[in-house]
């Protein structure tokens, strides 16, 4: 079972930064996609960003392309994103996932929820106005 722990969440201006990790325990991290979706109030859950296992390609929504970063240290068991120029709509619960099976289909299956079978418990981002 692995067991992931986000951090680096908090309250920010708008058009500031923030940083988000997410530690992964047990399992072999480097084999592993990895993705971040983010949930606010009332919403459904929604895809932000996604890295294959073999740093192979990012996938991003595009109402965070240019903004966000995803990246990952293998070598740390941790998975980033660097969000920057924030906007009071990016005000959600930011929760990173964990693919095992790394199975690639298709570009949007990366989008999807159900592609991935570990979850964290969200770091809560704030971006005021």
């Known amino acids: 079972q692995v067991h992931l722990v986000e951090s680096g969440g908090g309250l920010v201006q708008a058009g500031g930064s923030l940083r988000l990790s997410c530690a992964a325990s047990?399992?072999?991290?480097?084999?592993?996609?990895l993705a971040w979706f983010r949930q606010a109030p009332g919403k459904r859950r929604e895809f932000v960003a996604a890295?294959?296992?073999?740093?192979?390609?990012?996938y991003y929504v595009d109402s965070v392309k240019g903004r966000f970063t995803i990246s990952r240290d293998n070598a740390k068991n941790t998975v980033f994103l660097q969000m920057n120029s924030l906007k009071p709509e990016d005000t959600a619960a930011y929760i990173c996932?964990?693919?095992?099976?790394?199975?690639?289909?298709?570009?949007?299956?990366?989008?999807?929820?159900?592609?991935?079978?570990?979850w964290g418990q969200g770091t809560q981002v704030t971006v005021s106005s």
């Open positions: 890295i294959r296992w073999n740093g192979g390609g990012t």
């Open positions: 996932a964990l693919d095992k099976d790394s199975l690639y289909v298709s570009e949007t299956w990366y989008y999807v929820a159900s592609k991935y079978n570990s």
């Open positions: 047990g399992g072999t991290f480097s084999r592993y996609d």
